[in-house]
DNA sequence: GCGCCAGTCTAACAAACGATAGGTTGATGG
DNA sequence: CCATCAACCTATCGTTTGTTAGACTGGCGC
């Protein structure tokens, strides 16, 4: 009734109206407020719908069920990491150079704005029928890092695939913790789990 | 009809009956897995209940609602945890050896048997009310793993609450991607994460 | 053997959930 | 000016949620 209706295209994009695809990134956007705050299960359309500025019904035009969303919402998240980090590395030289600028965009792109990401999420058993796809998108935002953790200078005995992981482990919980209102950036956060694993190469020895 | 009633006491602990307290344990057990499993509102009570052999109503003769079950189970969690960094500390010489054995001991009891913790929760707003509890119980934890880095010989840069972050950060992160049919031991895991760490030491410099 | 009480079940409540079917709107292309 | 269609709303379905009130059961003290 008050409410704004139908579509509006070629000219004036202000006001709650948007075209297509607009309102797509719209409900990506929020959703992934909502999921990354209240989990998968805690994060109902209603809600959804409501942070968009739609009634829970009119979800189902732009995504076929709650799981097909959270699907999206995952994988556009990721994507956007993954580019963040491309882009970070783009021209710097050195292996740990390039491990940490790649450190800060991931940081930074997870921690900045209210676009807190899911990254971290152990996929509930509700979302076992597209658990699949979600571990594809992960993977390949892992076999980046893969590449960047391959030409550092380890030690023999240091499994890079566990590696990896803490790095990924080390960085990703900064959202649990982590509050803008801190005197701490996301790029420190990253420059510090950086910095420190900098000592572990072949010339140094660990201490007994 | 069919189900167990009333109490049983002295005598005959087998079955499906069980003493007062013991009750109680059972539970936070089943809660403990289908909390970590599924999230806090991803469990049901109804499915908590079934888990233990009961149904929903009688759980609240052991517990005022959910929330307050949650806490419960949390906080028995860490209890857990800290009982058995503590523990295997117990006469442990050298800093780093203690803060390899307290990991190890952390991750074995986060990742063995079934009962996988609920550590790295980001506490959805449904927990509010009971937040700075849960947060007071985490904290707890955090100082006992202070009082093991404070002693290291880190360089001077490093900040060592930053560094205790990174630490329990990847540490926990294994709770995600750790599959018990892996040839990695939970030990293992700690092992790596220490030993990778033990490199940063005021010896020692940085690669570049 | 009788009453008590811990512990569990039964049955139901209102609220919220994901999802659907069909109506309504307004810009657009002819 | 009319037909179309994307985009949204309305209303509702059946299910599940957390929670409660009250009935029941069996062992224990007296």
Redesign the interface.
Known sequence: MARSTGRMRKDSERGSDAGAAERRKQILTEAGKLF???????ASMREIAAATGLLSGSLYYHFASKEELFVAVYDANIRMVSEAVRKAIEGVE?A?ARLEAAAIAHCETLLTGDRTAVL?V?F???LLGVRPRLIQSRDEHDRLFDSLIEP??L?E???RN??R??V??????????YRPSSH?SPAD?AR??I???????KG?????
Chains 1, 2 share one sequence.
């Open positions: 990354a705050a209240r989990g998968f299960e805690g050195g740990w971290d152990k509930p058993p509700s550092l200078d030690p005995d240091v499994n566990l590696f992981l803490h990924l482990g080390a960085l990703n919980s900064a959202v649990i913790w701490l956060v510090q789990v910095g420190v694993l900098r000592y572990v190469r140094n020895t660990p201490a007994t």
